[in-house]
């Protein structure tokens, strides 16, 4: 069974950091990929950030892009999101998600840097104050 559990949200005012953290278990070989989406009150759901979990490479949203920086500890099956620089705009529910690449073709799951997402933690609230 596959679990995504979310820690880390709160509350910071512009300009300060948090940092996430997604203790990922029972993902299958093909969920290579590792991203964290948000959703703001009243917004569709958007990717920020993406990694492989066996290979280089990061894609980042251009709103996040410079602020936020997404990593993992392979050993441990946890991935990290570092966010700097705070925004009011940044305040959402942030969820963390697993899935597979996918370059070419259909996906009726939420798509993000050349993967699809399949699977999806419980979310946690971050709130930027100005």
């Known amino acids: 069974q596959v679990q995504l559990v979310e820690s880390g949200g709160g509350s910071e005012q512009a300009g300060g950091s948090l940092r996430l953290s997604c203790a990922a278990s029972?993902?299958?070989?093909?969920?290579?990929?590792m991203g964290w989406f948000r959703q703001a009150p009243g917004k569709e759901r958007e990717g920020a950030a993406r990694?492989?979990?066996?290979?280089?490479?990061?894609d980042y949203a251009d709103s996040v892009k410079g602020r936020f920086i997404i990593s993992q500890d392979a050993a441990k099956n946890e991935v990290y999101l570092q966010m700097n620089n705070l925004k009011p705009e940044d305040t959402a529910t942030y969820y963390c998600?697993?899935?597979?690449?996918?370059?070419?073709?259909?996906?009726?799951?939420?798509?993000?840097?050349?993967?699809?997402?399949?699977?999806w933690g419980q979310g946690t609230q971050v709130t930027v104050s100005s």
């Open positions: 990694l492989y979990r066996r290979q280089d490479g990061t």
């Open positions: 029972g993902l299958p070989y093909p969920s290579n990929c």
């Open positions: 998600a697993a899935g597979y690449s996918l370059s070419y073709g259909r996906t009726a799951h939420p798509y993000f840097g050349g993967c699809s997402f399949n699977y």
